[in-house]
């Protein structure tokens, strides 16, 4: 029991962020514990200083006879750093100031500032007092006289008031009974009737006579006048939480509170606003406990003492709570940082979310389950609108109403009575609430003489009962969801460790979850969630408890939990089936509330009665309005001949029990590799609340910047792992696929990493982004010194001659022009949206570590920007982070292109000729048509006597074709093509789209367009390129050697793939599609290149078709595989074939007369195309229309290859035919879709 004052004040020791502008009765003074009681217990050390500012988190405060002094409740926690936590119940009054050297003091106080404010007021109209001080009229500048008659004190005609508080704290969180304890002590003390005992005799009682309760029973214990009942939840029950849960919806809303649940299950930075203290704790405890059975890991302060307001500055995830002054709006708070800020104004009903976040799964059906849990109770899920009104609105209604009541405000004596006697009651509180929706008036006054203290009491018993039974039940549905999501969480647990020791010893090392098959195995629109959701470290502790739970007891949450999925599976007794996601509602509802009710309507305990102690005599004097000073010597020990030894023995042991059960810390070793493997990826839990040193503060700011240091090591190895894919498994580093979707959810954390970094110790911020306010004021400072440099990009065709060997110029590498970039696209709209793009950006460009690089280097803006102690400040940590951040460019990203679907981008194309076979410019009209995943250009036309143009287009994204063309004019018109290369002039992405034949007529296979596949150049060979393209080398022309059917060429060629080679590329290619086709969609690659590139299904069939092709010049005329197929189709097109069977013959006609009609429908297509290209036009219809299978046979049996082709050439081998079309047909049931480039024109 802990109680405090402070009796000096006026030391210049005020509260920081005070204001001395404020009157001294608005101001805030330093406060001390007077006492406590007993003075330690061991398992539970007594933290004063932390005490000290949570029960008075503004400080000591003094009221006049003129102000309101209602006394006030609120709670706290105190965590410590193993995570067990202390509750506090605090019941905060007002005492009359008796010592006439405080009165004086006070009185000479106001003197000189009232003078002060004179002085100020003659000399500006605009002398406000403080707008974050917040009384009434004290923005009245102009009328000072008003002023001073409102907010004044005079020792001669004023009484004076100073705060004083009572505190129970306690193990676990019984709210309720530690109130009731509280108000009746305090009205013991304000009652003109002495209590019938002592006070000490009742804190005595509740100290060392009053035991916990045991797992799943009720006791009741004795207050000042009336017993107070408490109970515990039993060892399968949800937790103990003794908050009431109605209060939360009723402040936040049902749709508001979802969302807020859903920022904190993702660990986002949480901040609770709001006048009320209770308010503030009620919150924050009513979200955590719907945790279950996950735990908040991260710094927890639901209520942050005026004194550790620069803990808002701690670049970590946290869950704080600050008190709002009065007058005081969202706009007026600067917090350090925002981009990933929850914020929630509890007073007013409003939430201000973060920008991107995943919804929580189902969560239409999930809010409508809780509305009608709380429509059973009277509860209106949209919440009480008499929170949304501003305290300004409050007050102006309470005033109207006593204007109306025609007695300016005056009650009689007795209804006074009754009324004080009916103030602090919940019961009438919320019957009053409840009323007032349905916009009936009641006035506890003139409730009728005849409403008995009995029923009144039995009325308040009922409330509570509904009260315990909406909370569970509200529990029950949340818990319900995670029991459904997570049934099936232990098949992916990966447990390795042989034991204990060697699990804690190589925690950081290891993969606990298989993330990658959950996710895989979970509905389509759960996983936006949970790909965030497994990322958390509230997951990361849950998974290890379980693993740890191999070798010692289970975590109480965990068992609780486990226990629920072994009763669905029960429920659920069918074979298991693949999970939906139907939503399951809770089945449990009404067990649980039976559970409470059974155990609050039969009591199991009753503790012993408080009683007469050893005092001496004397002691215990009463003296109404006071709180007495207890006798200490009675309290501080447990030592009268009341209690027996075994009564003193039971509850150390019961104490003992609950403490081991809730922390759970078994040795010196487990507790030391515990906090190593436990602050992975996190940092303190809650700021010491203690010595305020600089020494101390400045420790705490480097513990962070330790940790931030250890999260992006931890995140950057984590995405090089995922992403590496085979070589990554070859190295041990397991499960090697990684989806979009976790990438996705990888980058988004990364940026939220480095908005946390760049947020730390920050000093000027512009807008909610504190990495976009940096590179903002850099590029100011950048551009004033510095000539503004030509874009590389320039808008429009470049008229200008291109040179011998023209190849792409060198995109030069600029922060400046990447922000620019950025700052060009219109789709963004905040700063937060921005700050992510341009990292997203330059992860792609593998330019993150260098340009965060060459933002750092500009000292004097970092010193400007940044306190000493930010992270940014620290060299030698920051270039460790530049360095992990740097391992990143092993990989390749397309986050940014990938996103931002709908951007203008400009594109610059380059046309490579082989100049030493043929002219460098064709004197016809060149045209060019870029596609890509997103789409394409259209045909573009190519200046004459240009090879290179830049353009501009909607984002194409991944680049996959290229066609190219012209049309054969003028007399230099063949043209020898080597390449194209088409770079994104934003991202500098690169693509290599090979060609290595002829365009025009006569000449090759005639072809005056060509559909080119691209390969994107890896950023270090972009360079080579260059060179490669100034000199190429004679030997590699044409690049592409596949194309056997080159006259030119194909007597030189050498080492000809085997028949077996050629099968195993037929299955290869066969194979790489119907993997493409078991990825989910949204994770599937280019088919274009699957089934057009390099080894794809053309290439592979042409092999196949090229295999024993007789002489590729026939009476000096070439032959082509399309000459075999229009021969084939004239064979069917003019023979009527008699079979023996007549199903063969239709079979075999049918399929005949497909191949024709898609044969003559290509020939026919107003393209341009060469004899190869139309090779690869029907396979790809083929593909499409699953018609290869039943084309290889007609084509095999038809007389024209046995003329075209040799005896043991594959097609004329009966066995590799059949084998070759079983191959085929494991494309059958896929669904394809070709790219338009590649069928353009083409109607079948």
């Known amino acids: ?243 009431p849960l109605w209060e939360v919806f009723e402040l936040l809303g049902l749709e508001n509170l979802v969302q807020l649940f859903t920022c904190v299950l993702l660990e986002m930075q949480i901040l609770l606003y709001s006048q009320d203290y209770q308010r503030l704790m009620t919150v924050a405890e009513g979200i955590t406990t719907l945790l279950f059975p996950f735990q908040w890991q ?179 549905v949340f818990a319900n969801r995670f029991t459904q999501m997570f049934a099936d969480y232990e098949a992916f647990v990966i447990q390795t460790a042989q034991d204990l020791e060697s699990w804690l010893t190589n925690r950081e090392q290891m993969q606990n979850f298989d993330k990658a098959s959950f996710l895989s195995d979970q509905p389509e629109p759960y996983l936006p969630f949970l790909s965030h959701f497994i990322e958390t470290q509230m997951f990361a502790t849950f998974v290890d408890n379980k693993i740890m739970s191999q070798w010692e007891e289970k975590d109480p949450l965990l068992r609780v939990f486990d226990s629920r999925i072994e009763k669905l599976r029960l429920y659920n007794v069918r074979a298991p089936v693949l999970r939906t996601s139907i939503y399951q509602r809770c089945s449990t509802l009404k067990e649980a509330a039976q559970a409470i009710e059974q155990r609050l309507l039969k009591l199991d305990h009753s503790a012993v009665h408080p009683h007469l102690l050893d005092m001496k005599i004397g002691q215990g004097r009463y003296e109404p309005g006071f709180f007495p000073r207890l006798q200490a010597d009675v309290l501080t020990t447990n030592n009268n001949r009341w209690v027996s030894r075994s009564a003193t023995a039971q509850r150390r042991k019961d104490r003992l029990r609950q403490h081991s059960e809730h922390v759970g810390l078994d040795n010196d070793l487990r507790e030391k590799y515990m906090q190593e493997a436990r602050s992975l990826g996190k940092n303190l839990r809650q700021p010491k609340l203690s010595d305020l040193s600089p020494a101390v503060i400045a420790q705490t700011n480097w513990k962070f910047v330790e940790g931030l240091l250890k999260e992006c090591r931890l995140k950057t190895k984590r995405m090089l792992v995922e992403k590496m894919g085979h070589e990554a498994v070859e190295l041990g580093h397991g499960e090697a696929h990684i989806t979009g979707l976790e990438e996705n959810t990888l980058i988004a954390s990364l940026c939220d990493l480095l908005e946390r970094i760049w947020s730390h110790g920050l000093l000027v911020k512009q807008g909610k982004s504190a990495l976009w306010s940096h590179l903002v004021q850099y590029q100011d400072r950048d551009e004033k010194p510095e000539p503004p440099a030509e874009s590389p990009v320039s808008l429009g065709p470049e008229r200008r001659k291109s040179e011998s060997g023209s190849s792409l110029p060198t995109l030069r590498v600029s922060l400046i022009q990447d922000i620019r970039h950025i700052q060009n696209m219109s789709e963004i709209k905040t700063d937060v949206g921005r700050a992510r793009a341009w990292i997203r950006l330059s992860l792609e460009k593998k330019l993150l570590s260098q340009h965060l690089k060459q933002l750092g280097s500009r000292q004097p803006l970092t010193r400007k920007l940044y306190k000493r102690y930010a992270f940014l400040r620290c060299e030698e940590e920051r270039e460790q982070f530049l360095y992990h951040l740097l391992s990143l460019n092993a990989v390749d990203y397309f986050c940014f292109t990938s996103v931002f679907t709908t951007i203008m981008i400009p594109y610059r194309s380059v046309i490579i000729p082989i100049k030493k076979l043929s002219n460098a410019i064709t004197t016809s009209n060149p045209w060019i048509c870029v596609s890509g995943e997103l789409g394409d250009t259209g045909v573009m036309q190519i200046p004459k006597n240009l090879l290179e143009m830049t353009f501009e287009c909607q984002n194409l994204g991944k680049l996959t074709t290229v066609q190219i063309g012209h049309d054969n004019s003028g007399l230099l018109a063949k043209w020898l093509v080597d390449c194209v290369v088409v770079r994104n002039e934003i991202t500098g992405h690169t693509y290599r789209f090979p060609c290595g034949r002829w365009l025009g007529k006569g000449i090759d296979d005639g072809s005056l367009e060509r559909i080119l596949i691209g390969e994107l150049i890896p950023s270090s060979a972009e360079e080579d390129l260059g060179k490669q393209c100034r000199t190429p080398p004679q030997q590699k022309s044409p690049p592409a050697a596949r194309r056997l059917s080159i006259p030119a060429f194909t007597g030189k060629m050498s080492g000809r793939p085997s028949a077996g080679q050629i099968q195993e590329g037929i299955g290869e290619a066969v194979n790489n599609l119907v993997k493409h086709f078991h990825k989910p969609e949204k994770e599937r690659g280019s088919l274009t290149v699957l089934l057009c590139g390099e080894s794809g299904l053309v290439a592979a069939l042409e092999q196949v078709f090229h295999h024993g092709f007789k002489s590729a010049r026939l009476f000096h005329k070439n032959v082509f595989i399309w000459d075999f197929i229009e021969k084939a189709v004239a064979y069917f097109e003019t023979t009527d074939q008699v079979e023996d069977s007549e199903d063969e013959v239709l079979i075999q006609k049918s399929s005949c007369k497909t191949f024709c009609h898609y044969v003559n429908a290509i020939n026919t297509a107003p393209r341009h195309i060469g004899k190869d290209g139309k090779f690869q036009i029907l396979v790809c219809l083929g593909t499409r229309d699953h018609l290869l299978p039943q084309w290889i046979p007609v084509l095999a049996e038809c007389p024209a290859i046995t003329r075209m082709y040799e005896e043991s050439a594959l097609l004329r081998d009966h066995m590799t035919v059949n084998s070759l079309i079983r191959v085929l047909q494991a494309i059958q049931d896929f669904h394809i879709v070709l790219e338009g480039s590649l069928v353009k024109g083409v109607d079948v």
């Not at 965590?79 to 005492?95: N, P």
């Not at 404010?117 to 001080?133: K, Q, V």
């Not at 009995?454 to 009260?467: N, P, T, V, Y």
Request: charged share 25%.
């Open 298 to 476: 991260h710094v927890y302060v639901p209520i942050l003492p005026a004194s550790l307001l620069h803990f808002l500055d701690a670049p970590v995830p946290y869950l704080m709570g600050l008190q709002s002054k009065e007058g005081t709006d969202r706009s007026k708070l600067e917090l350090p940082q925002e981009a990933n800020l929850c914020f929630v104004d509890i007073d007013n009903h409003f939430i201000e979310l973060p920008e991107e976040f995943p919804q929580f799964p189902n969560k239409l059906d999930f809010i409508q389950e809780i509305s009608e849990v709380l429509l059973q109770f009277g509860i209106p899920p949209e919440g009480s609108l008499r929170y949304s009104e501003s305290s300004l609105r409050l007050k102006s209604v309470v005033l109207k109403d006593l204007a109306n009541d025609r007695k300016n405000g005056n009650v009689s004596a007795s209804t006074a009575h009754v009324y004080e006697f009916l103030k602090g009651n919940e019961t009438i509180a919320r019957l009053q609430a409840l009323t007032r929706r349905t916009g009936v008036t009641v006035d506890p006054a003139a409730l009728p003489p005849c409403l008995s203290e009995k029923s009144l009491k039995l009325q308040c018993e009922e409330a509570e009962m509904r009260d315990y039974k909406l909370n569970v039940q509200l529990r029950e």
């Open 1 to 243: 029991m802990g109680r405090r004052s402070h009796w000096a004040p006026f030391k210049q020791s005020r509260i920081p962020g005070e204001n001395f502008d404020q009157s001294p009765l608005r101001r805030t003074f330093k406060s001390r514990v007077l006492a406590h009681y007993p003075q330690n217990v061991e398992w539970n050390p007594f933290d004063q200083d932390a005490v000290n500012m949570l029960c008075m988190p503004k400080g000591l405060s003094f009221r006049t006879q003129k102000d309101s002094r209602d006394a006030q409740f609120h709670s706290f926690i105190i965590t410590r750093e193993d995570g067990s936590r202390t509750y506090g119940f605090v019941l905060t009054f007002f005492e009359e100031v008796t010592s006439k050297a405080i009165c004086t003091a006070m009185h000479t106080l106001y003197q000189m500032h009232n003078a002060e404010r004179g002085r100020g007021a003659r000399a500006s109209s605009s002398g406000s007092l403080d707008s974050l001080g917040g009384g009434p009229d004290e923005g009245d500048a102009t009328s000072l006289a008003k002023l001073q008659r409102v907010d004044s004190y005079d020792i001669g005609r004023d009484t004076l008031y100073v705060s004083k508080s009572i505190c129970l704290i306690a193990p676990l969180p019984f709210m309720q009974a530690c109130k009731k304890f509280l108000l009746q002590l305090y009205q013991a003390v304000r009652s003109q009737q002495p209590p019938p005992l002592p006070l000490e005799s009742y804190i005595h009682n509740i100290l060392y006579e009053v035991p916990l309760p045991p797992p799943g029973r009720s006791l009741k214990f004795y207050g000042v006048y009336e017993p107070v009942v408490c109970q515990r939840p039993g060892p399968n029950e949800l937790p103990l939480s003794d908050y």
